[in-house]
């Protein structure tokens, strides 16, 4: 016997993070335009997207600070195949972005023109995020960072 | 220091595409031939640990429980330990903890997976965090080539050297699996076909990324006493290492790699090693990705930082090398996930008693294995002796 029977299933279950009040501020800053970071009080380092802990210190953050939407490239991924489920649709270019006020990297998309960036990508590369007209609260907010001109 | 542990047999299911039987059945298959070889029977096990990974890898919830009876578990404890990637690493250590710390005298300890039932890339997006990471992370490649480029920049290794590298291990390794009647590919390459093969994330290329394996494996981890009475031969647990890292992606420095380095240096301070390229006689290094076997070597201290490359391209690190890794062809070729760390630990026991067959390196007495989980978080190691 050499065709064994296979059984499909999709299993589906909702679900609903419960986003809390430091990432709701972050989301609520995304609906603004706005990319916001929080301060460790004990390290004095900028953590973006904002988190309720410094991850080093362990300490509440709770000093805000706008950072800008601009950053350097730090690394980047080149994906070409689709992942059941991905909300994003290849080809796209996934990066490690450091934003200029941050003391984190960034994990984002950069966008465009791919065939033209791919002469572009190197670490160092001066990026800005490219916004969606309009903002729902959501890290697709941003479009996807794009080499500044 | 807790009790001396030994590792008195282990067992492997031919890893590959298994749909000739279902995951109770799969499991069984490596359960069965670990009895087999060390002549015991389940009444004489004390515990079990079995570990996969994530549920939505599984498509059942609780493996531990569905696999009870195929784990001869029933009357018995069970352990659950799930760490990603590492999990057979970690499972390896689950087992030497209750065994060491005398609560028991025979564990076995399980790994499986059945890969190509499922949809592997995307549960590893949901190992990510669903309001920040989750819609940017590609898969495992996606993680890895930002970690190999970010290495390569760091240290100024030109393109073509990493490449070459890159090469050198893909043809060595899936030559060493024609070794090892367990793996899963087994595929002559030339340069050409490495260097030329489809781009899965930029620089990862086909021949860099490791297969999509169904696979068991099972392990009996005993005390001293119990070791004396049913073992022939035995692989005796000489160090472990385990660290992670902080959540986030961006946030921790994964080229000159804490969890990495600290695994590595935990298990050589209980090991008493200080110079791992001279005293280790091999290695099986989670090996994924090529690009980050040749960052663990680094990490491992079994060459400075940047000097990977040049070394593997000497030989090194081959199987006739100063220090011979994955001579079984290692997760590249074979990669059952919940097992994958397992089969580590099983290849290093294979290895120190000398029972490896065709890849065996003569005379090895002292081996390390290893295996990494999560978004580039954690590291595991376990060193593995000839003696006590």
Known sequence: MKDFKTLPNVIRLPHKYGAGPVVTKFYNGLREGKLLGNVCPKCRKTFVPARSLCPECLVKMDTWVEVS??????????????????PVKPPFVTALIKLDGADCNFLHLIGGDLFELKKKLKKGLKVKAVWNMEKKGHMLDIKYFEPVA | MGRPVAIIGSGQTVHGKRFDVNYPELVNEAVEAVFKAVGVEPRDIDGVVFGTMPSMMEGVALTHFYFADVLRAVGKPILKTETCGSTGVSLAITGYYWV???????????????????????????????????????????????QSQEWSVRFGIPEEKVRAAATRISIDHHNDAFNNPFAHIKQRLTEDQVNNARIITYPVRLWDVCPTSDGACAMLFASEKMAKKLAKKAAWVKGVGYSGEEYWFGDSDKVVWQSAIQAAQQAYDMAGIRNPRKELDVAEVYNPFTFQELLYYECFGFCEFGQACDLTLKGVFAREGELPCDPSGGTLCTNPIGATGLVRVAEAALQVTGQAGAHQIPGAKLALSHAMGGVDQYNGIMILGSEK
């Open chain 1, 69 to 86: 939407d601009q950053g350097v490239l730090v690394s980047w991924a080149y994906t070409d195949k689709e992942f059941f489920g991905s």
């Open chain 2, 100 to 146: 060491t710390s005398g609560m028991a005298d025979l564990v076995l300890v399980v790994g499986s997976e059945k890969m190509n039932e499922g949809d592997s890339q995307a549960t590893m997006t949901t190992v990510v965090d669903p309001f920040y990471q989750r819609y940017f992370i590609a898969g495992a490649p996606g993680i890895f080539s930002m």
